[in-house]
């Protein structure tokens, strides 16, 4: 599709992921917890799978928890931490402009009992780490901001807020669905403890992503979903081995450079009257702009067709503008008049 400007909601699953799934579909399709010898070579291909993203953040793989994607593995991460302190409850700081599973996932938390702070951005969707440190109480025991925002593409120093958790010894997870495999991570460095990452950012395939967790077996998690022991009995479930290796194959291969239509999009785009949202420290392959006027948005729709979001995917199923340009102080006119055109991602050296 030349005209499909949505990357940010989904890639595309390259050739070469999609050949390397094709045979654990129908030819090696055994069961990985079997203990027969064809169980134990779809055991030995989901190893080496953890092994390729355990080395792309500086983890151990053994630190790897596969999951259907990001969304279950920020629920993971949140209510299997909040889970531990169901009887006292705790404090858990976000932010205003976090996904919606994360947003949502804390609003239900809320909803028991649970106390949250939810951090505001400045007005290019950046998280003040200071602000952070301030809303610590003494019953805090996690914190979780994006590492890449969906929209804007702001990039969050995560680095400063990690070491702000550390300090305090406090749980830093992070949401980088949007930031894994496009920029440097080192969990260890960033002082992360726990990071939700997904295939289908990355031109791998929807249904599968994972949840870093520091010392995963010996954590105290609560599993979402309890089966036969999979995944050190966090998460349970049969493990998808077309899809695990579809994700490292697509970590393996991930571009390294831009596209054609990188220079394309820069041409077209500074012929028109805008204002770019999120500052200057966000992702190159993530375009969010305001158009100056309705003439201005009907010239850009009209003469080029593409598949692009108001906002993210998640919010275009609705009329309701996105709560991460209201959070950057936009009005409603405005946000109407902004569009994300998001570009196919590549690992940004800089």
């Not at 949502?104 to 028991?112: K, R």
């Not at 991570?185 to 992503?209: A, R, T």
């Amino acid at each position: 599709m030349n005209n499909y400007y949505d990357y940010a909601a989904s890639t595309p699953v390259s050739d070469l992921v999609l050949d390397a799934m094709h045979p654990w579909m129908q030819l090696s399709f055994a069961n990985p917890s079997a203990a027969h010898t064809e169980g134990q070579k779809a055991s030995k291909a989901i190893e080496e799978s953890r092994m390729i993203i355990a080395e792309k953040i500086g983890a151990m793989p053994s630190e790897i928890i596969f999951t259907s994607g990001a969304s279950e593995a920020n629920n993971m991460a949140l209510k299997g931490l909040a889970f531990q302190y169901l009887n006292e409850k705790c404090h858990i700081i976000t932010s205003s402009i976090e996904h919606k599973c994360i947003l949502n996932t804390c609003y239900f938390l809320e909803d028991i009992g649970f106390e949250i702070t939810y951090i505001p951005p400045n007005k290019n969707g950046e998280i003040s780490p200071e602000l952070v440190r301030k809303a610590i109480r003494d019953n805090t025991k996690l914190i979780s901001i994006h590492h890449v925002n969906n929209e804007l593409g702001s990039i969050q120093p995560i680095e400063a807020i990690g070491e702000i958790a550390f300090e305090n010894n406090i749980v830093f997870h992070t949401d980088s669905a949007q930031g894994f495999c496009k920029l440097n991570i080192d969990v260890d460095d960033m002082n992360i403890d726990m990071l939700s990452l997904s295939g289908h950012k990355i031109y791998g395939p929807k249904g599968i992503g994972a949840l870093y967790v520091r010392n995963a077996r010996e954590s105290e998690l609560v599993p979402l979903i309890h089966g036969g022991g999979q995944e050190l009995g966090i998460r349970g479930g049969t493990s998808p081995t077309p899809l695990i290796v579809g994700l490292g194959v697509a970590v393996l291969n991930f571009p390294q450079k831009k596209s054609d239509k990188h220079l394309y999009f820069e041409n077209v785009i500074k012929n028109f009257n805008f204002i770019h949202n999120g500052g200057n420290d966000n992702l190159s392959t993530i375009c969010n702009v305001t158009f100056s006027d309705d003439k201005e948005v009907k010239r850009f729709t009209n003469d080029y067709p593409w598949y692009i979001s108001q906002g993210s995917a998640c919010n275009s199923i609705s009329n309701i503008a996105s709560h991460v340009l209201f959070n950057i102080g936009l009005t409603e006119d405005e946000a109407r008049r902004t569009f994300r055109i998001s570009l196919p991602p590549y690992y940004i050296t800089s």
